[in-house]
């Protein structure tokens, strides 16, 4: 009997252990990322391209903070971004298309076409947020993928359109995701040079980017390279 009632004990115990220690370690592994981690350690600017589907090509311009690492080689950055293009034609030509079939103007028998609306310019100010994976690579070169959440504001601009409904469309505040992949490298002590591709998805358009800057590294607590 007591052979028997100490196998399944056994085993039941086995069974506590092997499911309670990968939930140790998990709890262990998330304790390691705490805000409290974060720290301002550098501030950068850097130039680039945009190829937007709605607007023509563009430089973009942006500066990003340094937070540092929210946990093992998590890097948190947010920036700061802005460009501004034009309407491609064919986005000026669906723009009058949509006009044209408003009741208001199909009862008026109106007709909207392109060259009515003028050149629009289109401008984006973009709050954001991007968590970086960092990992090093050798003769002090950094590498990283990430995603970031951003708000944009949108900003319509033209002759044509000002202080009408039609400018009031394209005045939009809206939420993007963006998908990233860069690397940089530290020519000098605190000095960090950096490129970056990225890609971001709004509800209003979508474009990739390319971008190059420069970043200034402060002293912090902890040692400004990645982990």
Request: net charge neutral.
């Amino acid at each position: 009997m007591r052979t028997r009632n100490a196998l399944p004990a056994a085993a039941l115990l086995a069974a506590l252990l092997t499911t309670g220690l990968p939930r140790a370690a998990l709890a262990q592994g998330l304790a390691s990322y705490d805000y409290e981690n974060l720290a301002f350690r550098g501030i950068g600017a850097d130039v680039g391209r945009i190829w937007p589907n709605k607007v023509n090509a563009t430089s973009v311009y942006a500066i990003r903070f340094d937070l540092g690492f929210l946990g093992p080689a998590i890097r948190i950055v947010p920036t700061l971004s802005y460009w501004k293009s034009r309407l491609k034609t064919s986005e000026l030509e669906r723009l009058a298309g949509q006009l044209t079939e408003l009741p208001a103007l199909q009862a008026q028998s109106a007709v909207i076409r392109a060259q009515d609306l003028g050149t629009v310019d289109w401008s984006s100010l973009a709050l954001g947020l991007d968590a970086q994976a960092v990992w090093t690579a050798p003769l002090h070169v950094f590498t990283w993928i990430g995603a970031g959440f951003g708000l944009y504001s949108m900003n319509g601009k033209g002759d044509a359109i000002d202080d009408t409904f039609i400018d009031d469309l394209l005045d939009t505040a809206a939420a993007g995701v963006s998908v990233m992949a860069g690397l940089e490298f530290e020519p000098a002590a605190r000095l960090r040079l950096y490129t970056e591709g990225r890609y971001t998805v709004q509800s209003d358009i979508r474009y990739p980017t390319l971008r190059i800057g420069a970043a200034l590294m402060f002293p912090s607590g902890t040692d400004a390279r990645a982990p």
